[in-house]
């Protein structure tokens, strides 16, 4: 190994921990880095960083392995493992969290709620900070404080040339516009600056479960209380394709959702600590499961899409609300772009059998398309094998432009481009030549 190397924790083929940290959260990825760094530093993430350029090998990071696609793995690569950064620090005077960038959700939950404070951070808690976040984040707190990515008030930012940079509202503030929604597409981030809103410690889980011959009714009923109910609910419709619909709201923070709760048929209520909400959609099995997923974001859900929401399939899916405070930044004032979204739909399938790979996808497939024809966009977080029509439907055609030129200022060679890539125009026009 040259001096570089023999300087990190690095991992191959055969040492013990390899197969454990090459492991994701979807078990059809399989893939061998020749090269795993597990950094614990940020010099460490400098150093892997300038050793896969200077080797040549493609890099990956990894904080939580939850990408659908992989991306956090690289065959034959340079797997750059973030897990051992995972400190979460608290200024509760302040209202300030900084995270490092492989934290997970619930660390960061955690360190905040002993102060009564949260920020909006997923629904999941072994998801990373660092992919929901880059990704836009949304969360529980969405409609009231706005999404994970318009919460952090800077990024400590590794680039491509093995820079250490701060991007924030003044400095490097084309890339911290970059980061509010690009994904991974502009360099390692190893610290997040969060601000934290006093929450509480507690929430409220109210739905109730409807048959198939009522659901259309139900669901339209739940649709218009959507358009105008408070900031502190997030609601959620879940079908598992039989017909039927479950309909409910999550509510966080101060205030009393009984007057939601009236114009609702009978629910079952769950009061909950806010910590037992964030853990309480965590899946068992660690990274047993094959999985695959579609979404949409939806301006509007019209009776039509009802209907196609409640057609008979294979797939589970669900509609989650968004508006609010995600509606209240203008939508050229991040990368992520899709401010007017009223819905998020989302559809997956999960299995353990190789066997079962085409059918369990196509089922997915086609669930998705049935809510496509109302579809608006996608958030770049769920995106799975769609290629550059899928950017194109994640980031509108000014935003993807002005990512570009993000990318050609801070990684034109396209060094990472393991993600949803955006790439930088010397590629694109290299790509174009015969």
Known sequence: ??????????????????????SIWNAMVDRRPALIVRAVSEEDVVAAVRLARERGLELAVRCGGHNAAGFAVSEGGLMLDLTGLAAVRVDPARRRAWVQGGA??????????????ATTAGNVSHTGVGGLTLGGGMGWLARQYGLACDNVVSYRVVTATGAVLTASADEHPELYWGLRGGGGNFGVVIEFEFRLHPVGTRALVADYTVGAAGAAAALRHWRDLAAGAPRQATLE?????????????VWVGAGSPDGLL???PAASISRLSYLRLQTRDDTTG????????????LRALPDEAVEAFLAPGPAARSLQTYGGAIADVAPTATAFAHRDTLFEFGTGMRWTDPAE???????????????????SGVYVNNLD?????????????AQLAR?????????????????????????????RRP
């Not at 094998?385 to 055609?397: I, N, V």
């Open 262 to 264: 009236a114009q609702m």
């Open 1 to 22: 190994m040259t001096t570089m190397a023999q300087k990190l924790n690095v991992l191959t083929a055969g040492d013990p921990g390899y197969d454990e940290a090459r």
């Open 385 to 397: 094998d769609e290629g550059e029509a899928g950017l194109r439907r994640a980031y509108p055609a």
């Open 286 to 297: 660690g990274h047993a499961y094959r999985r695959y997923s579609k979404g949409h974001y």
């Open 403 to 431: 990512l570009t030129a993000v990318k050609d200022a801070y990684d034109p060679d396209n060094v990472f481009h393991l993600n949803h890539n955006i790439k930088p125009s010397a590629v694109t026009a290299s790509a």
């Open 357 to 375: 790979d085409a059918e369990r996808m196509a089922a997915a497939r086609a669930t998705g398309a049935l809510l496509a024809p109302f579809a």
């Open 237 to 249: 419709a879940v079908s598992p394709g039989d017909g039927s619909v479950r309909l409910g709201f």
């Open 104 to 117: 997970l959700l619930g660390a960061l939950d955690t360190a905040a709620q002993r102060h009564g404070l």
